[in-house]
Protein backbone atom coordinates (compact mmCIF):
# COMPACT_ATOMS: atom_id res chain seq x y z
CA UNK A 1 0.00 0.00 0.00
CA UNK A 2 0.92 3.59 -0.38
CA UNK A 3 0.03 6.53 2.13
CA UNK A 4 -0.66 10.16 1.01
CA UNK A 5 0.10 13.03 2.46
CA UNK A 6 -0.80 16.92 1.70
CA UNK A 7 0.74 19.76 2.71
CA UNK A 8 0.76 23.60 1.27
CA UNK A 9 -2.81 24.59 1.81
CA UNK A 10 -3.71 28.33 3.47
CA UNK A 11 -5.23 31.14 2.48
CA UNK A 12 -4.03 33.29 -0.26
CA UNK A 13 -5.62 36.15 -2.28
CA UNK A 14 -7.36 36.27 -5.48
CA UNK A 15 -4.38 36.27 -8.40
CA UNK A 16 -1.99 34.75 -5.57
CA UNK A 17 -0.41 31.41 -6.16
CA UNK A 18 0.32 27.99 -3.71
CA UNK A 19 2.21 24.76 -4.39
CA UNK A 20 0.54 21.60 -2.74
CA UNK A 21 2.90 18.90 -2.10
CA UNK A 22 1.68 15.40 -1.93
CA UNK A 23 4.30 13.21 0.20
CA UNK A 24 4.13 9.30 -0.42
CA UNK A 25 5.05 6.72 1.69
CA UNK A 26 5.36 2.57 2.02
CA UNK A 27 5.52 2.64 -1.89
CA UNK A 28 7.50 4.05 -4.71
CA UNK A 29 5.03 6.62 -6.15
CA UNK A 30 6.83 5.84 -8.79
CA UNK A 31 4.66 3.07 -9.66
CA UNK A 32 1.42 5.19 -9.32
CA UNK A 33 -0.74 7.43 -11.26
CA UNK A 34 -1.38 10.17 -9.34
CA UNK A 35 -4.66 12.62 -9.17
CA UNK A 36 -5.67 15.84 -7.35
CA UNK A 37 -9.40 16.59 -6.86
CA UNK A 38 -10.82 19.00 -4.58
CA UNK A 39 -14.29 19.16 -2.80
CA UNK A 40 -16.48 22.52 -1.20
CA UNK A 41 -18.58 22.46 1.50
CA UNK A 42 -22.20 21.08 -0.22
CA UNK A 43 -20.70 19.84 -3.04
CA UNK A 44 -19.37 16.48 -4.79
CA UNK A 45 -15.57 15.95 -4.72
CA UNK A 46 -14.27 16.67 -8.51
CA UNK A 47 -11.28 15.68 -10.64
CA UNK A 48 -8.30 18.87 -10.91
CA UNK A 49 -5.12 16.91 -12.60
CA UNK A 50 -3.42 13.70 -13.21
CA UNK A 51 0.13 13.17 -13.85
CA UNK A 52 0.20 9.20 -14.78
CA UNK A 53 3.25 6.85 -13.02
CA UNK A 54 6.05 8.47 -15.24
CA UNK A 55 5.63 11.96 -15.47
CA UNK A 56 5.36 11.98 -18.97
CA UNK A 57 1.66 12.75 -19.38
CA UNK A 58 -0.93 14.75 -17.65
CA UNK A 59 -4.63 16.17 -18.11
CA UNK A 60 -6.40 18.93 -16.41
CA UNK A 61 -10.38 19.68 -15.31
CA UNK A 62 -11.43 22.44 -18.07
CA UNK A 63 -11.66 24.77 -14.93
CA UNK A 64 -8.12 24.65 -13.64
CA UNK A 65 -6.13 24.85 -17.38
CA UNK A 66 -3.57 27.10 -18.25
CA UNK A 67 -3.54 28.14 -14.08
CA UNK A 68 -2.77 24.71 -13.04
CA UNK A 69 0.24 22.50 -13.41
CA UNK A 70 0.63 18.90 -11.95
CA UNK A 71 4.22 17.43 -11.52
CA UNK A 72 6.07 15.08 -9.11
CA UNK A 73 9.44 13.96 -8.18
CA UNK A 74 9.98 10.15 -8.32
CA UNK A 75 13.56 10.75 -6.04
CA UNK A 76 11.62 12.70 -3.76
CA UNK A 77 8.12 10.49 -3.55
CA UNK A 78 6.28 13.38 -4.01
CA UNK A 79 3.94 15.02 -6.34
CA UNK A 80 3.17 18.65 -6.61
CA UNK A 81 0.56 20.76 -7.83
CA UNK A 82 1.05 24.29 -8.60
CA UNK A 83 -1.25 26.57 -8.75
CA UNK A 84 -1.60 30.00 -10.07
CA UNK A 85 -4.26 32.85 -10.56
CA UNK A 86 -6.17 31.77 -8.27
CA UNK A 87 -9.93 32.40 -8.08
CA UNK A 88 -12.61 32.45 -4.95
CA UNK A 89 -14.25 29.50 -6.20
CA UNK A 90 -10.84 27.63 -6.33
CA UNK A 91 -11.89 27.09 -2.42
CA UNK A 92 -11.82 24.24 -0.90
CA UNK A 93 -10.33 20.75 0.54
CA UNK A 94 -7.76 19.34 -2.20
CA UNK A 95 -6.84 15.63 -2.14
CA UNK A 96 -4.25 14.12 -3.44
CA UNK A 97 -5.18 9.68 -4.30
CA UNK A 98 -3.17 7.11 -6.70
CA UNK A 99 -4.18 4.00 -8.70
CA UNK A 100 -1.79 1.70 -11.18
CA UNK A 101 -4.66 2.44 -13.87
CA UNK A 102 -3.35 3.74 -17.40
CA UNK A 103 -4.89 6.39 -18.82
CA UNK A 104 -6.62 9.86 -17.58
CA UNK A 105 -8.92 8.82 -14.46
CA UNK A 106 -11.68 11.43 -13.74
CA UNK A 107 -13.62 10.31 -11.01
CA UNK A 108 -12.33 9.57 -7.84
CA UNK A 109 -13.95 5.88 -7.65
CA UNK A 110 -11.23 4.98 -9.79
CA UNK A 111 -8.47 5.68 -7.20
CA UNK A 112 -7.32 3.03 -4.82
CA UNK A 113 -5.38 5.58 -1.93
CA UNK A 114 -6.36 8.77 -0.88
CA UNK A 115 -4.38 11.29 1.67
CA UNK A 116 -6.27 13.22 4.37
CA UNK A 117 -6.64 16.78 2.54
CA UNK A 118 -5.39 20.07 2.63
CA UNK A 119 -8.14 23.67 2.49
CA UNK A 120 -7.29 25.94 0.19
CA UNK A 121 -8.95 29.34 0.81
CA UNK A 122 -8.92 32.00 -1.68
CA UNK A 123 -10.46 35.33 -0.49
CA UNK A 124 -12.01 37.49 -3.02
Known amino acids: QVQLVESGGGLVQAGGSLRLSCAAS????????TGWFRQAPGKEREFVARINWSGSSTNYADSVKGRFTISKDNAKNTVYLQMNSLKPEDTAAYYC?????????????????WGQGTQVTVSS
Open 97 to 113: AADRNLGPRVRPDEYDY
Open 26 to 33: GRTISRYA
